[in-house]
């Protein structure tokens, strides 16, 4: 009898020893818990601001009456950097004349468009830059066979000036190659954004742009 009060005894230290430590570590476990989670909680957001971009320069070759295709690289440009780039992937929308593409979808089957390697994909909105202040993630498309996401972003004047000129309230939303968001809108379409400008002196295909990069994961506001 004295042996087995032993044994039972030593089950029910034995138990009880499992049953603290099972304790112990649950409560390390959501101590680590609660403290990624107030870590996440603390850590503060990037800034963000608006940029404006100025004098990107998107020549093509062919087109306008000259009896060739339109022909010539794509100028990339990538909103995380805020610069262009030839990078293959790395890079979200990109100009070549009046057209404008992004790094999502296919091809419209144009000369020299680049492989759209990534997932970006976008939308126009009507309304004014600074009121642009959510993404609506149910607007996103991306370029296909039928035509590019951004191509109603001018008009044109026609007969006897021939300019291209960004139709105010025209808003680019888009979701870029890294999961971010920016919004952009065109303020001219010739080198150095001039009041007047002249489509006859080699000043155009030179873009400026305003700009705003959500640097935030997840972050769908401005």
Not at 23 to 45: E, M, N, Q, R, Y
Not at 115 to 131: D, L, P
Not at 138 to 167: A, C, K, M, R
Request: glycine letters at 8%.
């Amino acid at each position: 009898m004295t042996l087995t009060k032993k044994n039972h005894e030593h089950k029910m230290n034995t138990s009880n020893f499992a049953n603290k430590t099972i304790k112990l570590l649950v409560l390390v476990i959501l101590f680590a818990g609660f403290a990624s989670c107030s870590d996440d909680d603390d850590k503060p957001l990037l800034e963000v601001e608006s940029q404006t971009y100025s004098n990107l320069y998107a020549p093509q070759s062919g087109g306008q009456g000259s009896g060739e295709d339109i022909s010539g690289a794509f100028t990339k440009f990538s909103f995380s950097t805020g610069q262009t780039t030839t990078s293959e992937t790395e890079w979200d929308i990109a100009f070549r004349g009046t057209s404008i593409i992004i790094n999502g979808g296919t091809t419209l089957g144009t000369m020299d468009e680049p492989e759209r390697i990534g997932n970006v994909s976008g939308y126009i909105v009507n309304n004014t830059f600074e009121n642009v202040e959510m993404v609506n993630t149910n607007l996103l498309e991306q370029d296909s066979n039928e035509g590019y996401v951004f191509s109603d972003w001018y008009t044109y004047s026609g007969q006897p000036n021939h300019l291209i000129t960004p139709t105010p309230g025209k808003v680019l939303v888009l979701k870029t190659y890294d999961g971010k968001y920016a919004k952009m809108e065109i303020v001219s379409y010739y080198k150095d954004a001039p009041d007047n400008p002249n489509a006859f002196n080699g000043t155009e295909r030179y873009y400026t742009f305003n700009y705003v990069y959500q640097p935030n994961d997840g972050v769908t506001t401005f």
